[in-house]
């Protein structure tokens, strides 16, 4: 992996280094998230995250002094064990900067500033297609793009120990070890169970039914076909799986009247 050293402007062939503090550092839909979700999740602190777990809305301005407070929170107590963690929120600030390789500092950690330098009518077109609580005002788009290109060369002596554009790392890579890590796990080929017939119980349905789900030996109920129950605490229904629910060959599950 190539990361640069903006002081002296030459690729070095190094690897960002485990741990360390990463600042993403980009206009809003410059590609943020999308590049922190080739981390895993665990070490991802998104700022809009907490800004919808202290407001239910991650587009709620309003709320973001509590979702800072509650994120610098949960940054401490990672980087007391020495855990590498990710920001990603817009980091055009100084002063958020700051108190960020301050915090690292403060647990020697090294700290990476990754920025993300799509181009500004590139980030306003990405509004488009969002939800209206998550569209950002061109206006603010462009002067968050505008913060990000002047400060870059200012990023070493803010304290940043290196400075990396994200078109110079290769991350793609660990992405889909992470994906293909949980896939192989899911088929068995890690050696363990696999999900088995449950495969397609959490396609149809997702990963929270699965440990609520039975297979019940009880095909008289559905005429030959497979049956499972479903239980949670009193409730339980009882579904059959029909091989041709729709007249076009298509699997599907049917709730069974008691
Ligand atoms: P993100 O949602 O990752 O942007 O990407 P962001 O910087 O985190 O935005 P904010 O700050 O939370 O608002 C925005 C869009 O750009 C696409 C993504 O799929 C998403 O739709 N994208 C991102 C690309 O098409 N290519 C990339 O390399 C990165
Ligand atoms: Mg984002």
Known sequence: MKTFRLDNALPLNTTIPEPSLICLIGAAGSGKSTWASTWPDTQVLELDRFRAMVSDDGGCQESTADAVFALQAVLEARLARRKM??????????????????????????????????????????????PANRQVPEHVVRAQHAAMVEVVPGLPDEGFDYVVGAEGISRLEALLHCVSDSRRADLGWDGGEGLGDLLLVRRYFGPEILPLWRWRDASVLADGDRVAEVRLGADSLYLAQRTDIDGEGDVGFEVLVA
Do not use: M
């Not at 958020?96 to 920025?115: E, F, N, S």
């Open 85 to 130: 963690t990710v920001i990603d929120a817009t980091n055009c600030e100084k002063s958020v900067r700051a108190d960020l390789v301050a915090t690292a500092r403060r647990h020697g950690l090294p700290t990476v500033a990754l920025v993300i330098a799509t181009l500004a009518d590139v980030c306003v077109e990405r509004q488009e297609g969002r």
